[in-house]
C-alpha cells in the first residue's frame, strides 16, 4: 500500500462516511450536553420568563371596558370628545349593563373607569344599582342624569371610548408620567400627578449611594480578611456571613432600636459630648441607607473577597521594590487587579437594592420610598394590577438598560466570584 | 396492643373530616386589636364546639382577591377596613350578608349593616401627645401645625388618607364640611398645600403601632394615631392623652370571602361576635367602640370614657367618607406620592 493510494481512498466514498459519522457523532454529543441543561431551562422557563411574560402581558391588557361595554363602545365611535354624546350612547350604556353576568363584571369595570376618572366608581355602580331602566333612549338618559348629573360630564364617556380595545398603552404611558389626551395624542402629567420620574430617579439614587457606602466599606474589610492566614480569616468570615442569615425584619427592628432618639447611637454620642441634641437617624434618608447598607454589605465583601484571595501579593512587592511609594502600588497595581471583584460586587449590590421595598417601607418617610413600594401598594391597597405591572415592567427597563451601559462601560468580564 | 393503635388511629382518621367541619379561620389584623378579639370572641366561641384558627394579614385586598379568582378559600371570615368591603363587594369578592342571621338591625349602628359585612368595632383616627413630655396641650388641630406653641416633631401616617382631612380642619374648615371641600379641585389644592407647610416637620409612620411608640419615646411631640392603640400603652403605664375633636372615625367589618368553604359556621361566628355580651367583652380589652348599641349599657363610665363612640368624644368626630375614598383613593395617593418628591 502506498501513500498516494491511501490519499485518494480518503478523498473517495469513504472519506465521506466518515466526515459524516464524525459530525454525527459531534451533534448526538451536544444534545446529549444540551439535555443535561433542559431541567434548568424548564426551571427558568416556568419561574422567570413565563410569569415576566405574563407581567408584561398584564400592563398592556385591557378588557374590562371593551368586555362590559361594547354596544356602548360602537355608539360612541365618531363621536365629538367635548360634547355630551347622544341618547343612543345612554341606551347602549343602560343595555350593557343589563347584560353583565355577574355583579363583580360591573365592579371591575367601575374600578378600571375610576382609575381613569376618580368618581367613575360611584357612578357606574349608581347606574348599576338602578337597573332595570327601561324607555326610549331619550327617557333613559333622563333618568341616568336624574339618577345622577355627572353622566353629562365628558370625561367619563371619554375614558369609556378610550379604552374601547383590548390593549392599551395607558398604564405604560402612566408610569412615565405621560398620558393620552381627549384626541389621543400623547402629553405629559399635570405637574402634580408626575410621581413615578421622580421615584425611579430617587430608586437608582438611593441604591447608587448605598452601592458606593457597601464599596467604601466592604473593600477594606475584604482586604484585610484575604491578606490573613485561612484560620483567621474563615472566623471572621462568619461574622460577616452572620448577619447576612439573620432576617431582614430582625434587623431592621434592631436598627430602630439603635437609630431612634433615645437609642444607642444617639445617647452614646451626647454622652460623649458630640452633639447637644440627638441626630435624625430614623424615619428619613439616612436610616434607609444605613440599614440598606449593613443589609447587603455580605454581598459586597464575598466576590471582593474571592477575587482578593487570587491576587498573588507578588505583584505589589516587585512594584515596591522597583521603587513605586506603597500607596501608588497598592492603587496602580493591586486594585486593578480586583476590578472583577469590585463590578461583580457592586452589580449584586445595586440591583438587589432596586428592588428594595420592606426596609424603605420601615425605615424611611414618605420621600425615601422607592419604585417597588408604589407596586406593592397598587398591587396590595389599589389593586390596579395593571398598573403594578406597568411599574415592575419600568423597573425590569430601566434595570437592563443600566446594565447593558455597565457592560460597554465596564467591559470587563462578569465574574461572581 | 398493636390492633388497638390500629384501630384508634383509623377511628382518628375517620373523625377527622366530621371535625375538620367544626372549624373556621378568621383573619384579623394582629396586634392588640387581636389580643381582645382573641378574649372577647374566639377563646368564647370555641366552647360552643367550633374550632378558631386565628391568622393575621396585613389589610393587603390581593390576598382575598388571589384566593377568589383561583377558587382556593382558605380563609372563612375576614377583617376589612370600611373602604373595601364596598369595592370588595362590587367586585364580588365576598358573599352577601343575610342579617337576619346577625341579629337585630335596629341594635346597630347604621353604619355597622353592610351587603357584605357586618361591623366589628369603631376605632378613630386621632390627634395625641405624651403628657409626661408636653407641656401645652393641643386645643385644636391648627395646633398640630403650630411648630412654635408646641415645638417638636409630628407623626403623620404615611399616605393621603386622614392627613387631607386634618389639614383642611388645621386651615379652618369645619369637621363636618371637610369632605365637600375635599372633594373640589380647590379643596385638594388647599389641604395639600396646608400639609405642605408642616413638611419640615412631619415623621411618617408606616405601621399602627409606630406613632405610640414616637409619643413614649419622645420622637414626636404629637401624632395621628389610632385611639386603640393609646389605650393599650396607656394600660402599660403610659400618660398618652388624646385630642378627640376633629377624630375620624371608622368601622372594621367582617366579611365573608366568596366561595369560603364553611360559610354556615362563619355566619354564627360573626353573629356571636356582634352580640351586646360579648363587643361589651371586647370595649372592655380595648378601646373600640362596639356596633351593638345594647353593649354600651354593659360598660361602666371609665371605659364609655376613652371610647371613640361615647357622646363626649363623637361630638365633633367625622366618620370617615368610604365612598369619597373609593372615589379619589387612587388619584389622592397618587398625586400624595407626586407631593412627597417635591
Same mark, same amino acid.
Given at each position: 500500500?502506498?501513500?498516494?493510494?491511501?490519499?485518494?481512498?480518503?478523498?473517495?466514498?469513504? =472519506?465521506?462516511?466518515?466526515?459524516?459519522?464524525?459530525?454525527?457523532?459531534?451533534?448526538?454529543?451536544?444534545?446529549?450536553?444540551?439535555?443535561?441543561?433542559?431541567? @434548568?431551562?424548564?426551571?427558568?422557563?416556568?419561574?422567570?420568563?413565563?410569569?415576566?411574560?405574563? @407581567?408584561?402581558?398584564?400592563?398592556?391588557?385591557?378588557?374590562?371596558?371593551?368586555?362590559? @361595554?361594547?354596544?356602548?363602545?360602537?355608539?360612541?365611535?365618531?363621536?365629538?370628545?367635548? =360634547?355630551?354624546?347622544?341618547?343612543?350612547?345612554?341606551?347602549?350604556? &343602560?343595555?350593557?349593563?343589563?347584560?353583565?353576568?355577574?355583579?363583580?363584571?360591573?365592579?371591575?369595570? $367601575?374600578?378600571?373607569?375610576?382609575?381613569?376618572?376618580?368618581?367613575?366608581?360611584?357612578?357606574?355602580?349608581?347606574?348599576?344599582?338602578?337597573?332595570?331602566?327601561?324607555?326610549?333612549?331619550?327617557?333613559?338618559?333622563?333618568?341616568?342624569?336624574?339618577?345622577?348629573?355627572?353622566?353629562?360630564?365628558?370625561?367619563?364617556?371619554?375614558?369609556?371610548?378610550?379604552?374601547?380595545?383590548?390593549?392599551?398603552?395607558?398604564?405604560? @404611558?402612566?408610569?412615565?408620567?405621560?398620558?393620552?389626551?381627549?384626541?389621543?395624542?400623547?402629553?405629559?402629567?399635570?405637574?402634580?400627578?408626575?410621581?413615578?420620574?421622580?421615584?425611579?430617579?430617587?430608586?437608582?439614587?438611593?441604591?447608587?449611594?448605598?452601592?458606593?457606602?457597601?464599596?467604601?466599606?466592604?473593600?477594606?474589610?475584604?482586604?484585610?480578611?484575604?491578606?490573613?492566614?485561612?484560620?483567621?480569616?474563615?472566623?471572621?468570615?462568619?461574622?460577616?456571613?452572620?448577619?447576612?442569615?439573620?432576617?431582614?425584619?430582625?434587623?431592621?427592628?434592631?436598627?430602630?432600636?439603635?437609630?431612634?432618639?433615645?437609642?444607642?447611637?444617639?445617647?452614646?454620642?451626647?454622652?460623649?459630648?458630640?452633639?447637644?441634641?440627638?441626630?435624625?437617624?430614623?424615619?428619613?434618608? $439616612?436610616?434607609?441607607?444605613?440599614?440598606? &447598607?449593613?443589609?447587603?454589605?455580605?454581598?459586597?465583601?464575598?466576590?471582593?473577597?474571592?477575587?482578593?484571595?487570587?491576587?498573588?501579593?507578588?505583584?505589589?512587592?516587585?512594584?515596591?521594590?522597583?521603587?513605586? =511609594?506603597?500607596?501608588?502600588?497598592?492603587?496602580?497595581?493591586?486594585?486593578?487587579?480586583?476590578?472583577?471583584?469590585?463590578?461583580?460586587?457592586?452589580?449584586?449590590?445595586?440591583?438587589?437594592?432596586?428592588?428594595?421595598?420592606?426596609?424603605?417601607?420601615?425605615?424611611?418617610?414618605?420621600?425615601?420610598?422607592?419604585?417597588?413600594?408604589?407596586?406593592?401598594?397598587?398591587?396590595?391597597?389599589?389593586?390596579?394590577?395593571?398598573?403594578?405591572?406597568?411599574?415592575?415592567?419600568?423597573?425590569?427597563?430601566?434595570?437592563?438598560?443600566?446594565?447593558?451601559?455597565?457592560?460597554?462601560?465596564?467591559?470587563?468580564?462578569?465574574?461572581?466570584? | 396492643?398493636?390492633?388497638?393503635?390500629?384501630?384508634?388511629?383509623?377511628?382518628?382518621?375517620?373523625?377527622?373530616?366530621?371535625?375538620?367541619?367544626?372549624?373556621i379561620?378568621?383573619?384579623?389584623? #394582629? #396586634?392588640?386589636?387581636?389580643?381582645?378579639?382573641?378574649?372577647?370572641?374566639?377563646?368564647?366561641y370555641?366552647?360552643t364546639g367550633t374550632?378558631?384558627?386565628?391568622?393575621?394579614?396585613?389589610?393587603?385586598?390581593?390576598?382575598?382577591?388571589?384566593?377568589?379568582?383561583?377558587?382556593?378559600?382558605?380563609?372563612d371570615v375576614?377583617?376589612?377596613?370600611?373602604?373595601?368591603?364596598?369595592?370588595?363587594?362590587?367586585?364580588?369578592?365576598?358573599?352577601?350578608?343575610?342579617?337576619?342571621k346577625i341579629?337585630?338591625?335596629?341594635?346597630?349602628?347604621? *353604619?355597622?349593616?353592610?351587603?357584605?359585612?357586618?361591623?366589628?368595632?369603631?376605632?378613630?383616627?386621632?390627634?395625641?401627645?405624651?403628657?409626661?413630655?408636653?407641656?401645652?396641650?393641643?386645643?385644636?388641630?391648627?395646633?398640630?401645625?403650630?411648630?412654635?406653641?408646641?415645638?417638636?416633631?409630628?407623626?403623620?401616617?404615611?399616605?393621603?388618607?386622614?392627613?387631607?382631612?386634618? *389639614?383642611?380642619?388645621?386651615?379652618?374648615?369645619?369637621?363636618?364640611?371637610?369632605?365637600?371641600?375635599?372633594?373640589?379641585?380647590?379643596?385638594?389644592?388647599?389641604?395639600?398645600?396646608?400639609?405642605?407647610?408642616?413638611?419640615?416637620?412631619?415623621?411618617?409612620?408606616?405601621?399602627?403601632?409606630?406613632?405610640?411608640?414616637?409619643?413614649?419615646?419622645?420622637?414626636?411631640?404629637?401624632?395621628?394615631?389610632?385611639?386603640?392603640?393609646?389605650?393599650?400603652?396607656?394600660?402599660?403605664?403610659?400618660?398618652?392623652?388624646?385630642?378627640?375633636?376633629?377624630?375620624?372615625?371608622?368601622?372594621?367589618?367582617?366579611?365573608?370571602?366568596?366561595?369560603?368553604?364553611n360559610k354556615d359556621a362563619s355566619m354564627k361566628f360573626i353573629a356571636f361576635a356582634s352580640?351586646?355580651?360579648?363587643?361589651?367583652?371586647?370595649?372592655?380589652?380595648?378601646?373600640?367602640?362596639?356596633?351593638?348599641?345594647? *353593649?354600651?349599657?354593659?360598660?361602666?363610665?371609665?371605659?364609655?370614657?376613652?371610647?371613640?363612640?361615647?357622646? *363626649?368624644?363623637?361630638?365633633?368626630?367625622?366618620?370617615?367618607?368610604? #365612598?369619597?375614598?373609593?372615589?379619589? #383613593?387612587?388619584?389622592?395617593?397618587?398625586?400624595?406620592?407626586?407631593?412627597?418628591?417635591?
Open positions: 500500500m502506498n501513500v498516494s493510494t491511501s490519499k485518494a481512498a480518503l478523498q473517495g466514498e469513504d =472519506a465521506r462516511a466518515l466526515r459524516r459519522a464524525l459530525s454525527r457523532a459531534n451533534a448526538r454529543q451536544k444534545w446529549r450536553a444540551f439535555a443535561l441543561t433542559v431541567p @434548568l431551562l424548564v426551571f427558568l422557563l416556568l419561574t422567570l420568563l413565563i410569569p415576566i411574560a405574563a @407581567l408584561l402581558q398584564r400592563a398592556i391588557e385591557n378588557p374590562e371596558v371593551v368586555g362590559a @361595554l361594547p354596544r356602548t363602545v360602537k355608539t360612541l365611535e365618531g363621536w365629538k370628545p367635548d =360634547a355630551p354624546p347622544s341618547a343612543a350612547s345612554y341606551a347602549a350604556l &343602560v343595555e350593557d349593563l343589563g347584560h353583565l353576568a355577574d355583579s363583580s363584571d360591573a365592579g371591575a369595570l $367601575a374600578r378600571r373607569l375610576n382609575s381613569e376618572v376618580p368618581g367613575a366608581r360611584s357612578l357606574v355602580m349608581g347606574a348599576f344599582r338602578a337597573l332595570p331602566v327601561t324607555g326610549s333612549p331619550e327617557e333613559v338618559r333622563d333618568r341616568l342624569l336624574q339618577l345622577d348629573p355627572r353622566w353629562a360630564d365628558p370625561p367619563f364617556w371619554q375614558a369609556i371610548a378610550k379604552n374601547g380595545s383590548r390593549w392599551t398603552p395607558d398604564y405604560l @404611558l402612566a408610569s412615565v408620567d405621560l398620558r393620552r389626551d381627549s384626541q389621543g395624542d400623547i402629553e405629559r402629567m399635570p405637574p402634580d400627578l408626575r410621581a413615578f420620574g421622580p421615584i425611579l430617579l430617587r430608586t437608582f439614587q438611593i441604591s447608587f449611594v448605598v452601592t458606593l457606602f457597601c464599596l467604601a466599606l466592604g473593600y477594606p474589610l475584604a482586604w484585610w480578611l484575604a491578606s490573613l492566614p485561612a484560620r483567621k480569616a474563615n472566623l471572621l468570615m462568619i461574622l460577616v456571613l452572620v448577619p447576612f442569615w439573620t432576617s431582614i425584619l430582625v434587623r431592621v427592628a434592631a436598627w430602630i432600636v439603635l437609630l431612634q432618639s433615645e437609642g444607642l447611637v444617639n445617647r452614646g454620642l451626647m454622652g460623649i459630648g458630640l452633639i447637644d441634641s440627638p441626630l435624625p437617624l430614623l424615619f428619613n434618608r $439616612a436610616g434607609v441607607v444605613i440599614a440598606m &447598607v449593613h443589609i447587603l454589605l455580605p454581598f459586597m465583601i464575598l466576590p471582593l473577597y474571592s477575587v482578593m484571595k487570587n491576587v498573588p501579593p507578588t505583584y505589589v512587592r516587585a512594584a515596591v521594590s522597583l521603587g513605586s =511609594a506603597p500607596l501608588a502600588a497598592f492603587f496602580r497595581v493591586y486594585v486593578p487587579q480586583t476590578y472583577p471583584g469590585i463590578s461583580a460586587g457592586a452589580l449584586l449590590v445595586f440591583i438587589l437594592s432596586i428592588g428594595y421595598y420592606v426596609t424603605p417601607a420601615l425605615l424611611g418617610g414618605a420621600d425615601d420610598q422607592m419604585l417597588s413600594y408604589y407596586i406593592a401598594r397598587y398591587t396590595n391597597v389599589q389593586i390596579n394590577w395593571g398598573m403594578a405591572c406597568a411599574l415592575g415592567a419600568l423597573l425590569l427597563t430601566a434595570t437592563m438598560l443600566l446594565y447593558s451601559v455597565y457592560r460597554r462601560i465596564g467591559k470587563a468580564e462578569l465574574s461572581m466570584g | 396492643m398493636k390492633k388497638h393503635i390500629i384501630t384508634i388511629t383509623m377511628a382518628s382518621c375517620l373523625a377527622a373530616p366530621a371535625f375538620a367541619e367544626q372549624q379561620t378568621v383573619i384579623n389584623f #394582629g #396586634g392588640a386589636n387581636a389580643n381582645a378579639q382573641k378574649k372577647a370572641y374566639y377563646e368564647p370555641e366552647k374550632k378558631v384558627i386565628a391568622g393575621e394579614y396585613n389589610g393587603e385586598q390581593a390576598k382575598i382577591k388571589a384566593m377568589v379568582e383561583t377558587k382556593k378559600v382558605t380563609w375576614v377583617e376589612v377596613e370600611a373602604p373595601d368591603v364596598q369595592r370588595g363587594c362590587d367586585e364580588g369578592l365576598f358573599e352577601k350578608i343575610d342579617f337576619s341579629g337585630n338591625k335596629a341594635d346597630f349602628l347604621p *353604619a355597622a349593616v353592610n351587603e357584605c359585612g357586618v361591623g366589628v368595632f369603631v376605632w378613630s383616627t386621632v390627634m395625641a401627645w405624651n403628657a409626661d413630655k408636653v407641656k401645652t396641650a393641643p386645643t385644636s388641630w391648627a395646633d398640630f401645625w403650630d411648630v412654635k406653641k408646641i415645638p417638636g416633631k409630628r407623626g403623620m401616617r404615611k399616605g393621603a388618607r386622614y392627613n387631607l382631612e386634618f *389639614a383642611l380642619m388645621a386651615d379652618g374648615v369645619k369637621p363636618a364640611d371637610v369632605y365637600k371641600v375635599l372633594a373640589t379641585k380647590d379643596g385638594a389644592d388647599r389641604a395639600f398645600k396646608k400639609l405642605t407647610e408642616l413638611k419640615p416637620s412631619i415623621q411618617w409612620w408606616e405601621a399602627g403601632a409606630q406613632p405610640a411608640q414616637f409619643l413614649v419615646a419622645g420622637d414626636v411631640a404629637l401624632s395621628t394615631v389610632y385611639n386603640g392603640r393609646i389605650d393599650a400603652a396607656n394600660r402599660e403605664g403610659r400618660n398618652l392623652k388624646i385630642y378627640w375633636p376633629g377624630g375620624i372615625y371608622d368601622l372594621d367589618y367582617w366579611v365573608i370571602p366568596k366561595g369560603a368553604p352580640q351586646p355580651a360579648t363587643q361589651a367583652v371586647y370595649a372592655q380589652n380595648i378601646a373600640y367602640g362596639p356596633v351593638n348599641t345594647k *353593649a354600651l349599657a354593659k360598660l361602666d363610665k371609665k371605659v364609655l370614657d376613652d371610647l371613640p363612640t361615647s357622646p *363626649a368624644n363623637a361630638k365633633e368626630a367625622i366618620q370617615m367618607n368610604v #365612598g369619597f375614598w373609593a372615589d379619589q #383613593g387612587e388619584a389622592l395617593e397618587k398625586r400624595f406620592a407626586a407631593w412627597a418628591t417635591q
